[in-house]
């Protein structure tokens, strides 16, 4: 018979430190927000899943991040979310944010990728299926299509909200100018954007080059980070080559040749930075981001309890800036 969860008392005893306001919404999130991508599809341990999701939700973690593809194999991320909101997260629906995305394949034929409306109507609906809700917290277009045209897209997803289907939007990886054009469109009806997602790190600035998270700051629009770790680079991971077990080792998104002696005696340098300020290299690499400009949360990933343990330590963390790189 399968533990009964019980959600920690004591889960928002640090409400002070762990929520920022995203954009100007209503809606609070917390700094440190957990992803699916990775570690809880069909073919992970479940058990080891909802001890994550146990984890976070126990520390005030209270916005979990999926996409319709999320696996492997595709879609399973979300059949785990269902599984979890069956078997522990029911009680607690109106304490979780919860967002997914469709925007890259999902399933065969012309109406299973992109940005159309088709596509992201009958992507929504599915996913809401396997995750048993009857809506969600945030829906993204999870990338941008330059084929469709971008009123098709934005009104999709004006109509998702005003369906009820999802109480916010957000999209992804659009650039810049595509930002600006969903942020009046939206806003002019009554839909407002209410975050961009990109990816920002150490290792990765392109969101701040191309003027993301300013553009988000300056108009009310929230941004979350994925991949605030560059999928475990900037931990303690790989600092001496690539370890049995971990992402690089078996996943195809991370790929042994990134792995360069340069980048390699970069991350031992800012190793050195992270010890002589007490903390770990992913606790010093999550709290420069959330020291940027405009940023709401960082959307990490975990393989194991002890990973987001140690992450969250960041949330108290000094802040970090690059004057000291
Ligand atoms: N919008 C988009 O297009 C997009 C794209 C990518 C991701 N995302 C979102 O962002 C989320 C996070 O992405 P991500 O998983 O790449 O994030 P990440 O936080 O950069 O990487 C997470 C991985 O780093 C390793 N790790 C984490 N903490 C560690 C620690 N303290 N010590 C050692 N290793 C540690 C683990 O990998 P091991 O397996 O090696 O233990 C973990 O799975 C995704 O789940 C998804 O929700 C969105």
Same mark, same amino acid.
């Given at each position: 018979m399968k533990e009964i969860y019980s959600a920690d008392a +004591?889960?928002?005893?640090d409400s002070q430190a762990l929520y920022r306001r995203c954009?100007?919404?209503g809606v609070m999130l917390p700094k440190i927000s957990l992803g699916?991508?990775?570690?809880?599809?069909? +073919?992970?341990p479940y058990e080891r899943s909802r001890a994550i999701t146990h984890y976070a939700f126990d520390h005030g973690i209270t916005h979990f991040d999926l996409a319709n593809n999320y696996g492997p194999p595709y879609g399973s991320a979300e059949e785990t979310m269902g599984n979890l909101m069956k078997d522990d997260f029911g009680p607690f629906r109106d304490e979780l944010f919860i967002s997914t995305k469709a925007g890259?394949?999902?399933?065969?034929?012309? $109406?299973?990728?992109?940005?159309?409306r088709k596509y992201l109507f009958a992507s929504l609906d599915q996913s809401l299926r396997r995750m048993n809700?009857? $809506?969600?917290?945030l829906f993204y277009s999870h990338r941008y299509d330059p084929e469709t045209p971008l009123e098709e897209t934005l009104q999709a997803l004006v109509d998702i909200v005003k369906s009820g289907k999802a109480l916010y939007i957000g999209i992804s990886r659009w650039p810049l100018e595509a930002l600006k054009a969903a942020d009046q469109y939206l806003k002019a009806r009554d839909v407002p954007l209410l975050i961009y997602q990109g990816r920002l790190n150490l290792l990765d600035r392109e969101p701040q080059t191309e003027g993301i998270p300013d553009y988000c700051a300056d108009n009310g629009i929230g941004f979350i980070s994925f991949s605030p770790l560059a999928q475990g680079l900037l931990?303690?991971?790989y600092l001496h080559g690539i370890p049995e077990g971990s992402r690089m080792a078996h +996943?195809?998104?991370?790929?042994?040749?990134?792995?360069?002696p340069e980048l390699i005696a970069y991350l031992q340098r800012l190793n050195s930075i992270a010890t002589t300020r007490n903390e770990t290299l992913a606790e010093m690499a999550l709290a420069w981001i959330l020291n940027?400009?405009?940023?709401?949360?960082v959307l990490v990933g975990a393989s194991s309890t002890s990973q987001l343990e140690k992450n969250m330590k960041c949330v108290h963390a000094e802040p970090f800036s690059d004057s000291e790189i």
């Open positions: +004591a889960r928002y005893d954009g100007r919404s699916f991508w990775h570690n809880f599809g069909g +073919a992970d890259y394949d999902m399933w065969q034929g012309p $109406y299973g990728n992109w940005g159309s809700l009857d $809506y969600v917290d931990t303690d991971r +996943a195809r998104f991370l790929k042994s040749d990134k792995l360069t940027q400009k405009g940023i709401t949360s």
